[in-house]
């Protein structure tokens, strides 16, 4: 390592660096890790090709994370003798090579879309789920050898294994954890389904291929579609940078102001005359909510009508189909065609998107078709068998989509949670849909207040509903009234899928830069050059540091107020993000 100057003892490293490596073919899901640091809200990383990472880089670092890749012996001690003078190292699905430096033996066996459990007495566990739950992708299994497991590799959801999923090691004065299993891939599997499934039926209904068809086949394990299971792998990678980090890292908040959750109301519009869309529209105002409706080609919603309903702020967007036998072929032309027959007949642009029938062809083949169109959003991925309303992709948050090679394409996938036909029966018993898994009004009332409740007090993350127009006054409108009545009691926001889209284009688009971290002062600095206030987004910064508290924070040099907030068992000092170049300094305390 180079000898540290008298300034750099002032200054603590204060990169976030991320490696990955485009010539390993191993590696193609390390760039989809940057997408999930942002998603968490950890702007401040850089991410660099592992050729060019040296000693200057690494003491530049704060933590530097290792996607998975093959790395040489040379590139391996590189790293190792960066953490043995001092720095913080996080492994995802390291080689054999790696052994004595991350305190891990490995054995002669992996573990294929298996379960993860954590150590429930470890601090890095803390308000996280204490049940196993699923990971995607492949694990080496590797036993302790001097490391501390803070989750372990399971086989099934009660299979114990004597192998670390995640594991700390201390190496000199420094630190490493481990991931034995690729975090990015798995992400991205448990969101996305099995790419294997593709195109691939798994019912017998006269209906096309839905995206819920890759969730089938043992995919999702019915039994864990409670937790977020993505979102709690991104929020393990989070907290394994916080705690590794000699520094406390700002962070942005995933949901508008300080909302705890948030419903996103949506519903495909069919055919069904504008009083039944009326219907719907006046339940949601009267509970100060927006929505966003789909229209078909042979709707009959006028474009006096339509501009009517976005001046009292709902919005609208298309409601593609590609016909009953849907091609990739037939989808990419029909959907060029009727995006162009929405955007000239109502003035604009459908920012938002859901198919008729869910139609989806391939892995992300629709995904493709979507940026091709220029539609950033998708909503198709909705909770169906398999799953029972809850979270079939692991998650309510918005992620870009990854192709199988690894390709970040510039749409986001929205999951859609609760949808009427899906969940309910109608009164006489007669499911209207096929795959309906037939709850009753009050059977679907609770579905929906739990997941709100689970959404609000654990896992901040957005549930998203598709009630169609047709069904309100029919069978879904006691459904819908009681659940808004329950999300508006509890102050949960209620906006359309447009609103949601802009707050998560201006949040993607947010910069921050750590400006130093004065080691003599305790004083954080840091800044975000063009931040844009209409946004509702706010930050957080870690309240406790290492044996340290904030005692004050200063915009500008001027001390601005500040709440709190608890997020999973951790305090952070809340700030709103206002217009303007805005620069902070946070004052850390040690505590008495
Ligand atoms: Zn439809």
Redesign the pocket.
């Known amino acids: 390592m180079q000898p540290l100057t008298h300034a750099d003892q002032q200054r603590q490293p204060d990169k976030l660096l991320l490696i990955t490596d485009r010539t390993s073919p191993s590696n193609r899901y390390g760039p989809y890790v940057g997408e999930i640091l942002r998603s968490e809200g950890l702007l401040t990383y850089q991410m660099e090709d592992l050729a060019s990472v040296n000693e200057k880089l690494l003491a530049e670092s704060c933590v530097a994370i290792l996607t998975r890749c093959t790395i040489t012996p040379k590139e391996r001690d590189l790293l190792s003798n960066y953490v043995t003078e001092g720095g913080q190292l996080i492994l995802i699905a390291p080689q054999f090579i790696w052994q004595t430096a991350i305190g891990l033996l490995p054995l002669p066996s992996a573990i294929l879309d298996g379960y993860v459990k954590l150590a429930i007495r470890e601090p890095f566990s803390r308000g996280l789920p204490a049940e196993s739950f699923q990971f995607h992708g492949i694990s080496q299994k590797w036993t302790l050898n001097g490391a501390t497991a803070l989750a372990s590799l399971y086989s099934g959801p009660a299979g114990a294994t004597a192998c670390a999923a995640i594991a700390l090691h201390q190496l000199g004065k420094g630190r490493v954890i481990t991931f034995t299993y690729d975090v990015g891939e798995c992400v991205a599997g448990i969101r996305q389904g099995n790419p294997r499934l593709a195109s691939s039926k798994l019912d017998d209904t006269n209906f096309s291929i839905r995206a819920g068809d890759l969730f089938g086949a043992g995919w999702l394990d019915p039994t864990k579609e409670h937790i977020p299971q993505a979102d709690i792998h991104q929020a393990m990678l989070a907290r394994a940078i916080e705690f590794l980090s000699p520094i406390p890292l700002p962070r942005l908040w995933y949901l508008p102001g300080m909302a705890r959750s948030i419903l996103l109301l949506t519903g ?1 519009g ?1 055919v069904a005359p504008p009083e039944d869309f009326q219907a719907e529209i006046d339940s949601v105002e009267r509970f100060g909510g927006h929505v966003t409706i789909y229209l ?1 080609e042979d709707c009959k919603i006028s474009p006096e009508q339509e501009a009517a309903w976005r001046e009292r702020g709902h919005d609208f967007g298309l ?1 593609p189909w590609a016909g009953p036998d849907a091609t990739i072929q037939l989808q990419r032309q029909e959907w060029a065609r009727m995006e162009n027959w929405f955007r000239a007949r109502y003035g604009h642009p459908s920012r938002t998107i859901r198919s ?2 869910l139609q989806w062809c391939g892995y992300t083949d629709t995904a493709r078709v979507l940026a091709d169109i220029g539609v950033p959003m998708d909503t198709n991925y909705v909770s169906t068998p398999p799953s029972h309303g809850k979270y079939m992709v692991g998650s309510g948050r918005a992620m870009r989509f990854v192709t199988e090679a690894g390709e970040i394409l510039p749409v986001w996938q929205q999951p859609t949670h609760l949808e009427d036909d899906v969940l309910l029966r109608v009164d006489s018993g007669y499911k209207y849909n096929p795959i309906s898994i037939n709850l009753s009004t009050d059977e679907g009332v609770s579905l929906c207040t739990e997941l709100l409740t689970s959404s609000a007090e654990h896992y901040h993350t957005p549930i998203m509903m598709n009630l169609h127009p047709p069904f309100y006054p029919r069978f879904a409108g006691a459904w819908l009234d009681r659940t808004l009545e329950f999300a508006h009691a509890k102050g949960i926001p209620l906006w359309n899928a447009k609103q949601w889209m802009d707050f998560v284009a201006a949040r993607d688009a947010v910069q921050l830069k750590i400006t130093g971290y004065d080691w003599k002062q305790n004083k954080l600095s840091f800044c975000l050059p063009a931040a844009d206030g209409s946004a509702d987004l706010t930050l957080c910064v870690p309240d406790y540091h290492e044996g340290k508290r904030i005692s004050q924070i200063k915009r500008a040099g001027t001390p601005v107020e500040r709440t709190s907030m608890t997020i999973q068992d951790k305090n952070y000092a809340v700030i709103p993000i206002t217009n303007g170049e805005l620069s902070f300094e946070v004052f850390y305390e040690p505590e008495a």
Do not use: L, N, Q, V
């Open positions: 495909d069919e078909k409601h008729h029938w």
